[in-house]
């Protein structure tokens, strides 16, 4: 049984982030290095055309919002994307009861931040 506590241990502390990506366009973009992103916390001013909504999730414990956020700025520099405007994070904590000897609860967070990519026109 500690052999499983520990599975579900490393699961919920190392897991993957999640990347949903909805493309809004068609248009083929060279990739851009994610240095050249900009991430932005509110609308720019000058004109702009929004190429996909991303979401990056986490259910775990040891990856924060800067993961989340990297992952975001990964993917629209692979869409080719000039900047990323930021959404709102959401966090849900959370409890999980392992079926040990004696019941282990192990507590995570689900993590959640979205993002829209855009290109200037």
Do not use: H
Request: a negative charge; aromatic letters at 8%; hydrophobic letters at 45%.
């Amino acid at each position: 049984m500690r052999s499983v506590l520990r599975i579900v241990l490393c699961l919920l502390a190392f897991g993957c982030v999640k990347v949903n990506v909805q493309q809004w366009d068609e248009i083929e973009r060279p990739i851009r290095e994610p240095e050249s992103i900009s991430v932005l916390l509110a609308e720019p001013e000058e004109p702009y055309t929004v190429i996909a909504v991303i979401e990056s999730s986490f259910d775990g414990a040891l990856k924060g919002f800067d993961d989340l956020r990297e992952e975001l700025i990964l993917e629209a520099a692979r869409l080719g994307g000039d900047a990323v405007i930021l959404g709102p994070e959401s966090k849900k904590s959370g409890v999980m009861f392992v079926a040990t000897p004696v019941p282990a609860p192990i507590f995570f967070d689900k993590k959640k931040l979205t993002g829209e990519v855009i290109a200037f026109n």
